[in-house]
Each structure stands twice: as structure tokens, then as C-alpha cells.
């Protein structure tokens, strides 16, 4: 009933989106490049901090030809020191489980991704050390938020925020109706899940 109403509303009132307002992608050259999926990247927190990230992708819009955008999936890592190739291996990715009706299991884990502007890695180049590659399995890895970042302060808030949002445990992934802007679906996975074996 309510999907015949949605459908009758679109057919009257029609869709706002128009084809020529779709977002564009040009090419990027592998020279051009920061980073290449499944790149790991160490990052200062703070003074005392460190964290961690992989490189999911990265895309540069029509729009926007000067910058690439690095998609950086956010680990739970958070100590002192630096951590090695295989200690990032052993942690945690931010994600949420995404409700789903196609999904034999009803839902689909969807990673948190942070969007950040090169600019931001190359001002900041200090902050950031390569610790190494994974064998990332991109094509299976599926959006579960997006943020951005263009400055280096927006990227660490997201890190920090994302961890205070799982500090308690995630709301059933079918509450997003009921709970609406309350709705808290983060939550950790283990990294490992999304490597190629």
C-alpha cells in the first residue's frame, strides 16, 4: 500500500533529479596517486595518539578536477605508538549493518568511509605515515555512511566521533523507522573479513 503511494506521488509530482545533475567521475592515472586501495595509513590523533585507516578508493568528480578524494575506512586503533602492517590486520573497521530486503540476512554490512581531499594528506604529510598494503577486497565493500574532509581538524572529529557513537552497543538495524534521527547503527568489524584471502 505504501509502496503504491510512493509510486503514485513520483508519477504525479515526478523526481527532482535530472540526469544532467548526476555526479561525473573522470579518470585518475596511478601516477597521480597518494595512495592506492589498500594502502594503510598511520595518523596523528593527537600528541599521544595515534590511529589507523585503509584506503578503500578514491575518486576525483567532474566538478572538482583539481583534487582526488581518498575514501579511508577508519580502524579502532587508538595507542601511542605506531602500529605495525599486522596489528592494524587484527582490528576493527567502522561500519553499521544497513536493513535490506534482497539480502538473505535482511541486512548488508556497509563500511563508515571519511572522504579526504588531497590537499588535506599533503598539508598534513607529517601527521601521516604509510605503514604498508592489504589485499583489500574492493569490490565487494559497500557504503554504509560517507563524510568528507578538506582540513586535517574535521578528519580527526570524525575519527573521534565515530569511536564515541560505539561506545555502547549498535540499535537492531530494523529501528531506523522507529528510532528515526535517534537511530544509533554504528558499530565495529573485524578487518580481516574484508581482505582477499
Not at 556497509?110 to 569490490?139: E, I, M, W, Y
Request: net charge negative; aromatic share 12%.
Amino acid at each position: 500500500m505504501k509502496l503504491g503511494l510512493l509510486l503514485l506521488a513520483l508519477l504525479l509530482f515526478g523526481c527532482d533529479f535530472e540526469a544532467d545533475e548526476a555526479v561525473r567521475y573522470l579518470p585518475i592515472h596511478p601516477t597521480e596517486l597518494l595512495y592506492h586501495k589498500g594502502d594503510v595509513l598511520a595518523f596523528a590523533v593527537d600528541s599521544a595518539t595515534i590511529g589507523a585507516a585503509i584506503v578503500a578508493g578514491y575518486m576525483r568528480e567532474a566538478d572538482d578536477s583539481t583534487h582526488v578524494w581518498y575514501e579511508l575506512a577508519y580502524t579502532d586503533y587508538s595507542a601511542p605508538t605506531r602500529p605495525t602492517l599486522a596489528q592494524v590486520k587484527r582490528q576493527r573497521l567502522m561500519g553499521r549493518r544497513v536493513a535490506s530486503g534482497i539480502d538473505p540476512a535482511g541486512y548488508f554490512i556497509g563500511l563508515d568511509l571519511q572522504s579526504v581531499r588531497n590537499d588535506c594528506l599533503l598539508n598534513n604529510a607529517a601527521k601521516f605515515h604509510l605503514l604498508g598494503r592489504l589485499p583489500l577486497d574492493t569490490t565487494t565493500l559497500k557504503l554504509g555512511s560517507q563524510g568528507a574532509s578538506a582540513e586535517y581538524a574535521a578528519f580527526i572529529q570524525s575519527f573521534l566521533s565515530g569511536k564515541e557513537r560505539r561506545r555502547l552497543p549498535p540499535d537492531h538495524y530494523d529501528d531506523y523507522l522507529s528510532k528515526q534521527d535517534a537511530f544509533r547503527p554504528d558499530e565495529y568489524f573485524a578487518l580481516s573479513s574484508f581482505l582477499l584471502e
